[in-house]
């Protein structure tokens, strides 16, 4: 039987391909995302493709969805935060659907990668760099000096906000990474009491309806997880960019 980390493992798909000493073969996690991205695209144009003055079910879930983000958007970013609006949408779309769609059976999760969530984050972060210093020229570093602070506390002040700063990648990357494996390894381990029980038979099969049953909780527990960390890690991007585009608040 397979191990609780198996379902994680990156595959070749077709011949490999390398270049300059990288190995940039297709594989099972390209597809997966390749496949978010093009759900997400069948799910907007498809919803907004007739734009019924009474909506149906599709168009329902792309307008709900847009407004979500919207005031997620205006409420954390104000006014300037309507020109990030397709950025933030992508982003908490494309979270959602791979942390859902990694809850179906024998699915891959994209984001349960390091490697992918820190792609996110530290372009998130660099993004923000950029916006901030093209907006606000140099007193965009003024955010690391809170107006108030008095002068003998400056460095120390200094030092903790650049550093809080600096870390953002890497705690927005790993929040979301980490609760994905975490959960997916916590369903591989009960499934593989399900088929333990089961093979024993007898008394021992009957005590499978145990971790069964925890199996289903946990299911109903990880897609909240999924929603939630979704939420959250577009919620954190808007909170970012309200530092870009205003260092006085």
């Not at 198996?6 to 270049?19: C, K, M, N, S, T």
């Not at 570093?141 to 400056?154: D, E, H, N, V």
């Not at 916590?186 to 093979?199: D, E």
Request: hydrophobic letters at 60%; aromatic letters at 12%; glycine letters at 8%.
């Amino acid at each position: 039987m397979a191990g609780p980390l198996d379902q994680f493992e990156i595959h070749r798909i077709g011949a490999p391909l390398e270049v300059a000493g990288l190995d940039i073969s297709f594989n099972n996690a390209a597809a997966y995302m390749i496949a978010v991205a093009g759900l997400l695209t069948a799910f907007v144009m498809l919803g907004t493709r007739r734009q019924a003055l009474v909506p149906g079910r599709l168009q329902s879930m792309v307008e709900m969805s847009y407004e979500f983000v919207a005031g997620m958007v205006r409420d954390n970013i104000g006014s300037h935060g309507r020109s990030f609006f397709p950025f933030v949408f992508s982003l908490f779309m494309f979270v959602l659907t791979a942390n859902v769609m990694g809850l179906l059976p024998y699915a891959f999760t994209v984001t349960s990668h390091l490697a992918v969530t820190f792609a996110f984050a530290i372009c998130i972060f660099f993004a923000v760099v950029l916006i901030g210093l093209v907006r606000n020229g140099l007193s965009f570093f003024s955010l690391f000096m809170p107006s108030g602070t008095p002068w003998i506390l400056a460095p120390l002040i200094v030092a903790i906000e650049v550093f809080s700063f600096l870390v953002r990648p890497v705690t927005l990357s790993v929040r979301l990474f980490a609760n994905m494996t975490a959960g997916h390894i916590l369903l591989k381990v009960f499934a593989g009491f399900i088929v333990s029980l089961g093979a024993g038979g007898g008394v021992m099969a009957a005590l499978g309806v145990l971790p069964f049953a925890m199996i289903v909780a946990f299911q109903a527990l990880e897609l909240l997880v999924a929603v939630a960390h979704a939420y959250v890690f577009a919620l954190l991007t808007c909170v970012y960019l309200k530092d870009a585009v205003d260092v006085a608040h």
